[in-house]
């Protein structure tokens, strides 16, 4: 008899997605050439596209269909996983039409929601798939367009959702204010606020890794688990004019706020009472609200380190220092690397450090996640293992980026007739094991967003609580009366030497990647 209750058929329980209009706000930037029109792409090429989509690209430049396509065909062919086919390319891109109009001009959304008809009128699906991609300042101005053009609102004949990419607000009171507008116009469950690192594919296997094998569900809590590490390491600075965006933001908002909150998150969270979107998500806020906060400069200096690159080599190249690069303010005390360390009170995580980094300017880009287990009792081999010198113990590496996978770090003995133990590891990477490291985060977003599956997109109150709990940082940096400091490291190093002590005050010491 088959006991196994799970059949490979039933084991995708994702809705299937559903054809639309994808109307994308701000598609003459970065991010529609380099992800968005590359993810459909890729999409159709796989033959994962559902049949009929359009895309609008609205933005207030004036050009025809034509100059729009061709565009996007020339970042397509440097960045599409997919290679650039000449005549997919050419049926993909009939798809596409360009609409061009200020984000004030109430006759604009007029004019797209006519727009919007006559495909509709022509066969597209009557559902609406919008996507604010365009500078943030200019959210409110669209959502009122929409709201005025009466383009939110449910019709018989088919869904409206928007996605909203980040920054999510620069604080928790912008963040509020802009979630009560999006709610305005969108109700909550036809919202999808992007975080991408939720839809990569290393990001998902956590819940995996954590609930589908007994083993390491039993290990995981402060009775085991010494410390966690959440490290992301970038070699870019600020190359294409980023520093404009960049030097308002800093390591803090741009990426701790949302995508290695979200990782922590994804590893510290009691398993969900079901794989819903509100069932998992229930479960990161409740990780989010048990942050311990770190009010006050006295506790921010104790507890992070921001720093700011020096020029130095990277890539065996020369490279300016932080203040002197492209549309950075050269008096900026804008951190371009922090270091977090991170208590979470609540039974499973009490006296367990989560250690967070984020730089630019290291010496490569790799993120990964290490679970540092406790020591094994010191009676037998540890005397031995302190004595030659082999340190590191288990711990479990997810890498997250790149050479997707997870390894185990344990201790061997070395063969041979004398006691040496030698840290090994067993290794599993998703190239050997799937031939494959799995589409890019925007596919698997994009589909999610067309299947009305929330899951891997961030709730209204967990942006909310991840600001509140950043919102107290930046403010010891930037208005108590003796800011915590600002220190310094070499660009192509692997951070300052106060990331180090910080680490050092418990005896820890970063993962060396
Ligand atoms: C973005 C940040 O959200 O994520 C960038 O704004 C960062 O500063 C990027 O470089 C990193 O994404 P990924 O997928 O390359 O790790």
Redesign the pocket.
Known sequence: MDTNPFHEDDLDLRNRPESCTLVIFGATGDLTHRKLIPALYNLAAAGELPAGVRVVGFARRPKTDDEFRAGLEELNRKVSRHSHHDDLWRQFSRTISYHASEFQDAAGYDALRQRLEALEAEGASGNRLFYLASAPEYFDDILAGLRQAGLNRPRDRGWSRIVVE?PFGTDLPSARRLNRIVAETFPERDTYRID??LG?ETAQNIMVLRFANALFELLWNNRCIEQVQIT?A?H?GMEGG?GGY?DTAGALR??VQ??LLQLLSLIAMEPPADLTADGVRDEKVKVLKCLRPIRGAAAVAENVVRAQYTSGNVDGQPVVGYRREDRVNPGSLTESYVALRIMIDNWRWEGVPFYIRMGKRLPK?A?EISIHFKEAPRVLFNALNAANGATAGNVLVIRI?PNEGISLGMRSKLPGPAARLQPVKMDFDYQTSFGRSGPE?YERLLLDAMAGDATLFARDDEVEQAWAFIDEIEHAWHQSPEPPPMADYQAGSWGPKEADLLLKKLNHQWRRL
Request: glycine residues 0%; positive net charge; charged residues 35%.
């Open positions: 980040k991408h690192y990569k992301c970038e870019l980023r960049y741009d990426m949302n995508h880009k993120t980026q985060a």
